[in-house]
């Protein structure tokens, strides 16, 4: 059953480093999502993105972070300038519609902790 | 996105059914019932939607009363690996908001 990857796992970074997390969707999805999750606390939505473009973006997705489809497999979510509130789970998540009726489905996630 | 109302948490004891309660009274008519787990501090995991009518997989079944203000999940022989929290979302289009969920605990 295809699946969504992430990589890597888990990622440690200092404070103030850039970090890019990596997530491959399911092949024939057109639809990619980034939530985050600290620990204890809820899964929240980041940032949505289409046809090469940003569709829709959460009050947390401010200019530090920034997503890329750089090629036909990958998508990613970068940070600039990482702060230890960044600290958190990052899910990928695709679909391959953006109807009500079309689930998401999400990687394993990547643990970021920034020290 | 409506909102939805679950229990803190239930506990299950294993072999038996385990039903999930969700309330969802500002419920739109266009708007999906969603549910999702999470084990530990993996992937939400997707388990079922519907619109109006009962709907089941290999999973579970998702039961929605008629006035679409509350529906149960429900997985039918609850194992030990089904201990998780789960998520009840009512959604139109576009991103998922995920409340605290429903802790199930299967016993063994």
């Known amino acids: 059953e295809p699946e969504v990857t992430q990589t890597p796992s888990h990622q440690v970074t200092q404070m103030g480093q850039e970090v890019i997390l990596r997530c491959v969707p399911i092949?024939?999805?057109?639809?990619f999502y980034w939530y985050r999750q600290i620990l204890g606390q809820k899964v929240e939505f980041l940032v949505s993105f289409y046809n090469n473009e940003i569709s829709e973006k959460s009050e947390i997705f401010d200019d530090q972070f920034s997503v890329e489809r750089p090629d036909g497999s990958n998508f990613t979510l970068k940070i600039r300038s990482t702060k230890l509130e960044d600290s958190a789970m990052y899910f990928c998540a695709s679909s391959e519609a953006l109807a009500g009726w079309d689930e998401q489905y999400f990687g394993p996630g990547t643990r970021l902790t920034v020290t | 996105d409506a909102k939805t109302t679950q229990p803190t948490s239930m506990d299950c004891a294993e072999g038996r059914a385990a039903n999930l309660p969700c309330n969802h009274s500002?419920?739109?008519?266009?708007?999906?019932v969603y549910w999702y787990r999470q084990i530990h501090s993996q992937g939400p995991q997707y388990i079922i939607h519907?619109?109006?009518n009962n709907e089941t997989n290999e999973m579970a079944s998702l039961i929605i009363t008629e006035d679409r203000k509350s529906s149960t999940l429900i997985l039918p022989h609850a194992t030990l690996r089904d201990t998780a929290v789960y998520y009840c979302i009512v959604r139109v289009v576009g991103q998922f908001y995920f409340g605290t969920g429903t802790s199930l605990t299967v016993i063994p």
């Open positions: 519907g619109l109006k």
């Open positions: 500002t419920i739109s008519g266009n708007e999906y």
């Open positions: 092949s024939n999805h057109l639809y």
